[in-house]
């Protein structure tokens, strides 16, 4: 008799539904897995056998063959271990006929018959409990603060495989997850008001969270840069369960932090070191696939402290997320996309030495090498900066009212203009900020006054501004606007969205 069962695989970071069935054919004693297993799932044979001799069990008596479908698709983890046991006792008859066809499992199993956490449960959870014909999901106790977050009554937690055969004979009732308490993470944040000055900084730190823009700090070392984006972790403001669950599933297909991010809810602030390859940045890896910092960073900051040292490719590949909030990847001829909405703050040095300055220059590079480190930033990538800002060592802050730039003010602020794009965007699909608007002129919220109109249409001809110069002001001025509690966009707000990108990262000499 052929018994079937269900379990999932990983697809980037969605889940898929795989059917396992298991046959027990009249030959030499042994299990036999088909349909594609890698190396882990390989070894699961030995793992399960030694597991089930382990708890009793003299199997196999005859060839057991289990079959992973759809075939096509590699199997990867360890987590088959459990329906790939149970189906070897139930296509040895331990178990009674069609038993586990309503059931979809995931978990390692020990050889002592303990069920270990395994990687990327939440979208593997996910994809089972939204199957109709699937009635119970049970899951590793350890995997629970995962599967609680789902909220489902399908979804059941096990600490041993003993416990899910009880279950199976109706002998035991497992429990549902239990949602963990969520805690204030016990770390000091870096406050902004540590910042002494440096007001144009901290306004267009205000405006990059608010709205989700990219925005580059220029200034030599010690100025403030590192203190002002390392503030930025306190200030962003709190996720929605929707975005939580879709960062979750990141973190649950990388097995990283996991446990910090479930307690304590915050938004992700990611700030790799320079040295890191393209593949950690943007993601990828052979056999199954790593979410690289971009998605790690999806809804929350990625801070790239020396900008133009990343690696060339490394950098080029931020094209297509800062532009789209999406990465693309091609792996073993399959295509796969993974989420990657972050807002980039970069800082870098005004020249190799750092001590190019407009008021004391002390710097001693010579112009080529001073171009030649500007360049290392193209074009392309400097256009996707929303807002770019020089700071200098005596900044005291002509542009902005210094009270409204503490800490706490701007903190409240983010978080009112972030309620505004949310009933703004409400209705769109893709688009939850200002910052992830790519036609503003189709927007509503975003049009523009005849007089307003007439206003940028004058800098755009001076200037001689970009389309997607334009549409980037335009994007930065609604959340200005936005951060003043004004429905319109004026020309005020024009002015300074013009204002904190206007200075020409080429011609600084
Ligand atoms: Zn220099």
Redesign the pocket.
Known sequence: MITKTFSATLDGIQGALVQIEAVSLNSIPQIQITGLPGEVVKESRERVRACLVYLGFDVPTEKILVHLSPANIKKMGSHYDLPIALSVLAAEGRLSGNCLSDYGFIGEVALDGHLRAVRGALPLIEILIQQPHIKKVIIPKDNEAEGALLENPKILVAKTIGEVLESIRNEKTLPHCLVPPTIQRAVTYKHLDQVIGQNLAKRALQIAIAGKHHLLFVGPPGVGKSMLSAAALSLLPEMTHEEFIEVLKIYSASSIELDSLIKTRKRPYRSPHHSISANGLLGGGSGILTPGEVSLSHHGVLFLDEFPEYRRDAIEGLREPLQSGVLHLTRVGKFLSLPARFTLIAAM????????SQIENR???TPE??AQYRKKLSTPILDRMALMVQLTPTDLGKTYCEEKLTHEVIKESIQKATEIQRKRFDKEESIKSNGAVEAPQAMEGFYLDQKTENWMKTQQQQYRLSFRRVNQVIKVARTIADLEGDDQILISHLNEAWSLRCFDFYQLH
């Open positions: 040095n005004p020249c190799p030495c750092g001590l190019f710097c001693r590079c090498k001073k």
